[in-house]
């Protein structure tokens, strides 16, 4: 009913940039808390970033002052811009969003598919 789907992940020098997309789509009526999480190989996942319905933004402290979370509530769509890139920043990325799907519904967990970043020269 649902579907998050990610993009613009790929392969970035360190010192570089890389946006990162998310597209929610289906029977959506209200999406409340976005986020983003990464998780890297051999290590758990990890919250990146969070975004409420009203804008307020919250960052891991790995990547605060290089990552910016933003999103556009009216295309049901949350960006992750990123700056400064290091190596240790290379995961794969995935979306995470509560969304309700009908009027008086609670919303729920979903979970986008992941996009991978690598920083490496």
């Known amino acids: 009913q649902v579907l998050l789907v990610e993009s613009g992940g790929g392969l970035v020098q360190p010192g570089g940039s890389q946006r990162l997309s998310c597209v929610a789509s289906g029977r959506i009526f209200r999406i409340d808390d976005m986020r983003w999480y990464r998780q890297a190989p051999g290590k758990e996942r990890e919250l990146v970033a969070t975004?409420?319905?009203?804008?307020?933004?919250n960052y891991a402290d790995p990547v605060k002052g290089r990552f910016t979370i933003s999103r556009d509530n009216a295309k049901n769509t949350m960006y992750l811009q990123m700056n400064s890139l290091k190596p240790e920043d290379t995961a794969v990325y995935y979306c995470?969003?509560?969304?309700?799907?009908?009027?008086?519904?609670?919303?729920?967990?979903?979970w986008g598919q992941g996009t991978q970043v690598t920083v490496s020269s």
């Open positions: 995470n969003a509560a969304i309700a799907t009908m009027r008086f519904f609670s919303s729920s967990d979903y």
């Open positions: 975004i409420t319905s009203g804008g307020r933004t």
